[in-house]
């Protein structure tokens, strides 16, 4: 059945280590979104992509990269230069950029 | 700047009592405000969307209300059960140059005793 698949559900990360959280919907979905969440706060937009090959900056896109290769794909990388990567992150999927979101289940980033 | 506010940030309340979740935004030049819930370590449920032109939705117990003009919403659930036991987040879309984006508050955690 469709939905968005986020892997792993759990990531640890050494000091000075890329990591890579996958994100997969097979919705058809033109948008795909990604959060960050703290405990006691909101979530927070890193990046957002409208379509396949675009992607803009959210409010906290600093030390994330991202591409967006295929439809049904965007992974994000957490860089070296995210100094406090631990958090829980959400990706998402809309139909199109002013529709109403899906989201998958998450993955939960810790530092080692 | 949008900024989004939740009060409680966390409510305890005995089985079968009707509650009210509080929304609040700073700028109401909104293009819809949409409640979701969050059980413990999994992603976001849509509750319900309301389009700035409307006043209300409702769908089964849930009832969710827009006052654009004072940059409010309310969250009614009626009868609640401890099935309802979650984080409540709201979410406005507002529309930027550069496509419609969502703002959150940081959640209401209910919790309904048996």
């Known amino acids: 059945d469709g939905g968005i698949t986020q892997s792993p559900k759990y990531l640890f990360r050494k000091e000075g280590q890329n990591v890579t959280l996958s994100c997969e919907q097979n919705?058809?979905?033109?948008?795909m979104y990604w959060y960050r969440q703290d405990p006691g706060q909101g979530l927070r937009l890193i990046y957002y992509s409208q379509i396949v090959n675009d992607f803009q900056k959210g409010d906290i896109a600093e030390g994330y990269s991202v591409s967006r290769e295929k439809k049904e794909s965007f992974p994000l990388t957490v860089t070296s230069a995210q100094k406090n990567p631990t958090a829980f992150y959400l990706c998402?999927?809309?139909?199109?950029?002013?529709?109403?979101?899906?989201f998958g289940d998450g993955t939960r980033l810790s530092i080692l | 700047k949008q900024e989004v506010t939740q009060i409680p940030a966390a409510l305890s309340v005995p089985e079968g009592e009707n509650l009210v979740l509080n929304c609040s935004f700073t700028d109401s030049a909104i293009y819809n405000l949409q409640w979701f819930r969050q059980d413990p370590g999994k992603g976001l449920t849509s509750l319900l969307l309301?389009?700035?032109?409307?006043r209300e939705q409702t769908s089964g117990r849930l009832n969710a209300s827009l006052d654009k003009s004072s940059g409010r919403s309310t969250l009614y659930i009626a009868a609640s059960q401890p099935g309802d036991s979650a984080t409540y987040l709201c979410a406005v879309r507002r529309v930027s140059t550069s496509g419609s984006r969502l703002t959150f508050g940081e959640g209401t955690q209910l919790t309904v005793n048996p």
């Open positions: 919705l058809n979905h033109d948008a």
């Open positions: 998402a999927s809309s139909l199109q950029g002013d529709q109403p979101q899906h």
């Open positions: 309301i389009q700035s032109s409307q």
